[in-house]
C-alpha cells in the first residue's frame, strides 16, 4: 500500500516513543505531541494536544458537540454528521481528506461519542477506515496570561487501516491536530 497518512480527528502522539517526546509542537498556544507506541501486540499512534480558549466551558462545549457543522471550520474534516443520539451517547459519521504530498485518502468513520456534559467527550471508532481509534477531550476552566478560559485537552490512540511511517506520519499528524484544535479555538472564541 501506498504511504498515506491519517489526519483527524481525528486525530488527535510521538515517533518512536523517546526521540519525539523532546519534538513537542506549539503555535499559538497549542502543544501537540504525536508518538508511535505498541502495547499488547497492538501498533498505534498516541495524541496528546493541549491549548486555552478565553471562552467558558459551555460555550467550548457548544462548539465540540455541534457535530452537524464541525465539517464547517476542522481543517480536512469534509463531512460531519449526528447519526443517533440516545441520553449521553451520539452516534457520528465523519469523512475527512488524509494524505501528503500528492497523494490522499478519504476517510471514512463512524463513531460514537459518550458526552459528560461540559466535562469530557469519549469517542471510539463503531466503523471505518481505521483499525483502532480511541479519542478523549477534556476541558477545564483556567486562566491564561491574566485571561480566563477553558484549559482543553485532547489525547487519542489512533492506527489507520494502511501503511503510515511512524516518524513522517507522526510529524504529519502532529501538525494536523495542531491546526485541528487551533481551529476548534478559533471557532470556540468567536462570539456566538
Known amino acids: 500500500m501506498k504511504p498515506l497518512l491519517p489526519i483527524l480527528l481525528l486525530i488527535l502522539s510521538q515517533p518512536p516513543v523517546v526521540a519525539q517526546a523532546q519534538n ?4 499559538a498556544g497549542v502543544a501537540a505531541t504525536v508518538q508511535r507506541t505498541q502495547q499488547d501486540q497492538l501498533s ?5 494536544a493541549s491549548g486555552f ?12 458537540t455541534d457535530y452537524d457543522r464541525l465539517h464547517e471550520f476542522v481543517p ?16 457520528i459519521e465523519e469523512v475527512g481528506r488524509i494524505g501528503f504530498f ?6 471514512h468513520m463512524v463513531v460514537r461519542v459518550t458526552e459528560h456534559p461540559f466535562s469530557t467527550l469519549d469517542a471510539v471508532l ?20 491574566g485571561a480566563s478560559g477553558t484549559r482543553i ?7 489507520p487501516d494502511f501503511f503510515v511511517p511512524s516518524l513522517l506520519g507522526a510529524a504529519l499528524m502532529r501538525s494536523d491536530v495542531r491546526r485541528m484544535l487551533e481551529a476548534i479555538i478559533t471557532e470556540i472564541d468567536k462570539t456566538p
Not at 513537542?24 to 503555535?27: F, M
Open 153 to 159: 485537552n485532547y489525547s487519542g490512540m489512533v492506527e
Open 126 to 145: 463503531v466503523a471505518g477506515d481505521m483499525k483502532h481509534y480511541a479519542t478523549h477531550w477534556e476541558l477545564a476552566p483556567a486562566t491564561q496570561d
Open 76 to 91: 480536512n474534516l469534509l463531512s460531519s454528521r449526528l447519526l443517533e443520539r440516545s441520553g449521553p451517547e451520539a452516534t
Open 102 to 107: 500528492i497523494l490522499s485518502r478519504q476517510i
Open 24 to 27: 513537542g509542537a506549539e503555535s
Open 44 to 48: 498505534f499512534f498516541e495524541i496528546h
Open 53 to 64: 480558549a478565553r471562552s467558558s466551558q459551555q460555550r467550548a462545549w457548544q462548539v465540540l
